[in-house]
């Protein structure tokens, strides 16, 4: 996706449903780090991956035998967490659609996290557990176990649990939210409590990121999201608050946008698909936008566009774009679009007939150009802010061959031909070896003789 191509007068949030992506069961989906692909959590317990431009399936993963509870990209965008409800999380290499790593836990999983900058390690939420901090760089996976409470109030420890918990974006700093409604900050080297502060008095439910990595969302089970403002100290500060005040709705999922402006929540209405845009610094209702009578389970919002996409109960994917008006001035700096019809006034020199000499001198003038196709320019769209270029990044997937086919070396070229020219001398024909499907496909669409 090339950013310059993109209309720099775009609307800021997206209108309509274009597109719709059904495959399976989905519970659950986020955007890599450019937007290129989309991965979806389903509830048979498989992972779906999309490539966002062509928006068809490019990896299909199987390795949970329940639902997935979370899925998480890395910052390279070549590996996938999933956190399911059969009590394990699955790392998954995406370039070769391998497994990379399975660690069980002693409970379900709620969510899991990946850290922003090491690969290999994430942190995770159980059910009415403990957060665990998970390093898989070893042959057998390291786990570290996370405060709950603060050690003034470790007697209630038995009552309260970790709900949510992310990696700040360097990640040095974990934040939790519990069900008490404590916001908690972890330092991740010494895995010690720094703060604690409760901001609610019900069951924190999730905290997300903005690009930035200063702002933060809360959502929480009083029907309200909260806007938090990191200072010098890395100690969130309340600056807004967004409901609904007349319908009291509960959220069940709410994001930033892409250039953060906007802050978006989905409502958990049992007949509705609404999604509510706020101003992030005004706290005004933006717009309200109503899709389908599905129920609303996930959002999320595109890291580079004015697009979000929405997952209905009913395990669709729903795509949300905004408008588009034809520009025909895009193709000719000095086009016009008429109301009326009119006479056209020619030019004195535009219908002149150019020498042969003059037009090829004007081509050779024009190969003399230097175009420098060596040089590559960080965009800063996505590299965020005060953020360098780190490793090598996966912005699509390559093709994987089918099942059963496996690409063939130089001998058994040489090995097959032989067999083809043996084969003809004797008049005989002989199969190349193949898997059982291949042969029921070659009898399913072979054609009767026609007497």
């Known amino acids: 996706m090339n950013l310059e191509l993109l209309d720099p007068w775009e609307q800021e949030y997206p209108q309509v ?25 389903c509830l048979d317990g498989r992972c779906v991956v999309w490539d966002f431009d062509t928006k068809g399936v490019v990896r299909s993963l199987l390795g949970h035998i329940k639902p997935v509870a979370s899925i998480s990209w890395s910052r390279n965008g070549r590996y996938l967490l999933s956190a399911s409800k059969d009590w394990t999380c699955i790392v998954w290499d995406l370039v070769t659609a391998t497994r990379y790593a399975k660690v069980h836990f002693s409970t379900p999983l709620m969510m899991a996290h990946m850290h922003p900058r090491n690969n290999f390690q994430f942190v995770a939420s159980l059910f009415q557990d403990s957060s665990v901090v998970v390093d898989i760089s070893q042959q057998e996976p390291q786990k570290w176990v996370l405060p709950t409470e603060a050690d003034g109030k470790e007697d209630h420890k038995s009552s309260a649990y970790i709900t949510a918990s992310v990696w700040n974006k360097t990640g040095t700093l974990i934040y939790t939210g519990t069900s008490k409604g404590y916001l908690n900050i972890i330092d991740a080297s010494t895995r010690k409590m720094i703060y604690s502060s409760r901001i609610t008095s019900t069951i924190i439910k999730g905290i997300q990121w903005s690009r930035n990595g200063r702002d933060m969302l809360v959502i929480a089970n009083d029907r309200v999201i909260r806007f938090f403002r990191l200072d010098e100290h890395d100690i969130p500060i309340l600056q807004n608050k967004f409901q609904d005040l007349v319908n009291r709705i509960q959220w069940n999922q709410a994001s930033f946008s892409a250039d ?25 209702l933006v717009k309200i936008l109503e ?19 929405s997952v209905s109960s009913y395990g669709n994917i729903h795509i949300w774009t905004s408008k588009h008006e034809e520009s025909w001035s895009a193709f000719a700096p000095d086009f016009t679009e008429l109301e009326e019809n009119m006479d056209y006034q020619e030019k004195e020199d ?47 997937l390559p093709t994987l061959p089918l099942e059963g086919e496996v690409a063939p070396s130089d001998s058994d070229a040489e090995s097959n031909s032989d067999a083809t020219e043996s084969s003809q001398l004797s008049g005989k024909r002989y199969d190349s070896p193949s898997t059982e499907e291949g042969r029921r496909h070659r009898k399913l669409y072979k054609k009767d003789d026609v007497s």
């Not at 890599?32 to 959590?41: D, I, K, S, V």
């Not at 020498?355 to 965009?379: G, N, W």
């Open 17 to 41: 449903i274009e597109e719709t992506l059904e495959d399976g069961y989905v519970l659950t989906c986020r955007f890599n780090r450019n937007g290129t692909l989309l991965a979806g959590g």
């Open 291 to 309: 899709g389908p009578k599905e129920p609303l389970d996930d959002l999320a919002w595109h890291p580079v566009r004015p697009i979000i996409g």
């Open 350 to 396: 535009e219908f002149d007939v150019v020498p042969e000499d003059e037009a090829s001198q004007r081509k050779l003038d024009d190969e003399d150009i230097l175009v420098d196709v060596t040089t590559d320019e960080t965009i800063e769209d996505f590299l965020g802010m005060k953020e360098g270029r780190g490793e090598e990044e996966v912005f699509y």
């Open 260 to 284: 953060g402006d906007f802050v978006i929540g989905g409502s958990g209405h049992k007949a509705e698909h609404n999604i509510y845009i706020w101003d992030k610094n005004m706290g005004n």
